[in-house]
């Protein structure tokens, strides 16, 4: 059987991606999940398995290319092999709501019907009515041989399309994701309110004349560049989709009003009992690290100070407070800043947390990271210390409103007890929007973090 194998859904708003390296040629013997391209998205490189073992047919994609979900990349023969798992693009015949099964010989109308239904359930995954009355015609020729049956379905409990569905095909709605547009946001010109393919080509012209005089009333101004090539040689590089990436969100994260708080924390003993402990961490598959214990008393001291977990919506005057403690970490990696979530720190000890980090970092470094992984986040860890610093100004995450910087730990001469002591004293740079937390909060939310480290029965205390 040959298989065609499309792109598959990359993740949230993600319609499109460049495909960097293709590792399969025509004629090439693959196995199930062995991976057969790298493509980057906005948000990440991801390699994309084979769904089934077999043989490469065909290569419909090459490397530099730009692609959308659901554009054809391979055509696999499996060699016989069952169609179970496969991600492919199922044809949509939803325009007319019917589906014609041919067969050979008559049959009983229940035995039809079964099959009808199972082709009900692959093909209108996207309908939400439960129940439906089928209705079966038997179309007959000049011998009686039934030739086709036709099923056409209804609500059971209504004729009208939900209210919180856009009645529309697959094939355009299909459409209305890779053109980027909303589909829930048009008004449809067909029967009984149902969208067809001009309102969405109508509803994207309206929103990309409406988003150009946004443009050019609200854009960012772009500094001209004057030509490098007076001066000598110079050489120019296509950004990569993660680095333009983080470009444009910095630059949106930058407009919001940045303060920068530093403190520092004497982790001397703290230190001792991270090597101590440090074993039995290992011996769970973790790692336990700095940065892990860090993350530890962020989600406890998130739920002392709400206002770092929120986000602004300045449209609706509002305050956004998030009841969960997702904590993105900051990962270097060969294709530029790359940040992973630990979701749910809140409900998670240090060992567990400490084997996620280690796992979600390698995965990053590696190429291996799904996009929801890079998702969700509420509240951004950077640690610099493993490079070196003193330092930092992070830049928020918008529409995240803290994000706290770690620095290199080094021995300092500390006044305790009437006498100079060296200590191993932990740097902290604290990064928040002062539209919502003022500099009285960030002091005491760094503060907050800086005791439980150097008091660990803080953190059992209040957190």
């Known amino acids: 059987m040959t298989i065609e194998f499309s792109l598959p859904e990359l993740g949230e708003d993600i319609e499109t991606g460049d495909v960097i390296s293709v590792y399969v040629s025509a004629g090439d013997e693959v196995t199930k999940d062995q991976p057969v391209m790298e493509i980057e998205t906005d948000k990440a490189a991801i390699e994309v398995p084979s769904p089934v073992s077999g043989v490469i047919k065909g290569v419909h994609v090459k490397e530099g290319e730009t692609i959308r979900v659901g554009q054809l990349l391979l055509t696999i023969d499996d060699l016989g092999g069952e169609k179970e798992g496969v991600l492919v693009e199922e044809e949509a015949h939803e325009k007319e709501e019917s589906i014609e099964l041919e067969v050979e010989d008559s049959k009983e109308e229940k035995e039809v019907e079964e099959k009808i239904e199972a082709r009900?359930?692959?093909?209108?995954?996207?309908?939400?009515?439960?129940?439906?009355?089928?209705?079966?015609?038997?179309?007959?020729?000049?011998?009686?041989?039934?030739?086709?049956?036709?099923?056409?379905?209804?609500?059971?409990?209504?004729?009208?399309?939900?209210?919180?569905?856009?009645?529309?095909?697959?094939?355009?709605?299909?459409?209305?994701?890779?053109?980027?547009?909303?589909?829930?946001?048009?008004?449809?010109?067909?029967?009984?309110?149902?969208?067809?393919?001009?309102?969405?080509?109508?509803?994207?012209?309206?929103?990309?004349?409406?988003?150009?005089?946004?443009?050019?009333?609200?854009?960012?101004?772009?500094?001209?560049?004057?030509?490098?090539?007076?001066?000598?040689?110079?050489?120019?590089?296509?950004?990569?989709?993660?680095?333009?990436?983080?470009?444009?969100?910095?630059?949106?994260?930058?407009?919001?009003?940045?303060?920068?708080q530093h403190d520092k924390a004497d982790i001397t003993e703290l230190e001792k009992a991270r090597k101590e402990f440090g074993k039995k961490v290992q011996e769970a598959g973790g790692k336990l690290t700095m940065t892990a214990i860090v993350i530890k008393v962020v989600g406890s001291a998130l739920k002392i100070f709400p206002k770092f977990n929120s986000s602004i919506d300045m449209e609706n005057s509002e305050i956004i407070y998030k009841k969960y403690y997702n904590i993105a970490v900051a990962v270097d990696t060969d294709r530029g800043l790359l940040v992973p979530v630990i979701k749910d720190v809140g409900k998670k000890n240090l060992i567990e947390i400490s084997i996620e980090l280690a796992e979600i970092s390698e995965k990053a470094r590696n190429k291996k990271i799904r996009v929801n992984e890079l998702q969700g986040g509420t509240f951004t860890v950077s640690n610099l210390g493993g490079l070196g610093g003193t330092y930092f100004s992070p830049v928020i995450s918008a529409p995240e409103v803290a994000l706290l910087g770690i620095s290199r730990a080094n021995i300092e001469p500390v006044f305790m007890n009437e006498q100079f002591k060296p200590r191993l004293m932990l740097p902290f740079s604290l990064s928040y929007d002062h539209r919502i937390i003022d500099g009285a909060d960030a002091v005491r939310f760094l503060r907050w973090i800086v005791e439980a480290l150097e008091q660990p029965f803080k953190l059992m205390l209040e957190g």
Do not use: C
Request: net charge neutral; glycine share 8%.
């Open 120 to 260: 009900i359930k692959g093909n209108d995954k996207e309908d939400d009515t439960k129940a439906r009355d089928i209705t079966i015609t038997r179309n007959e020729d000049e011998e009686g041989k039934v030739v086709e049956f036709t099923r056409l379905a209804q609500s059971e409990t209504r004729k009208e399309p939900a209210k919180d569905r856009a009645a529309a095909s697959p094939s355009v709605r299909r459409l209305a994701r890779e053109i980027g547009v909303d589909i829930s946001q048009i008004k449809g010109s067909g029967p009984g309110g149902r969208i067809i393919e001009e309102d969405v080509k109508k509803f994207a012209s309206e929103q990309l004349a409406g988003a150009q005089i946004k443009l050019v009333t609200q854009g960012e101004e772009t500094i001209p560049l004057p030509d490098y090539t007076k001066w000598g040689e110079i050489e120019r590089v296509s950004m990569s989709k993660v680095r333009r990436l983080t470009a444009e969100r910095l630059s949106s994260s930058w407009r919001a009003p940045h303060v920068t």
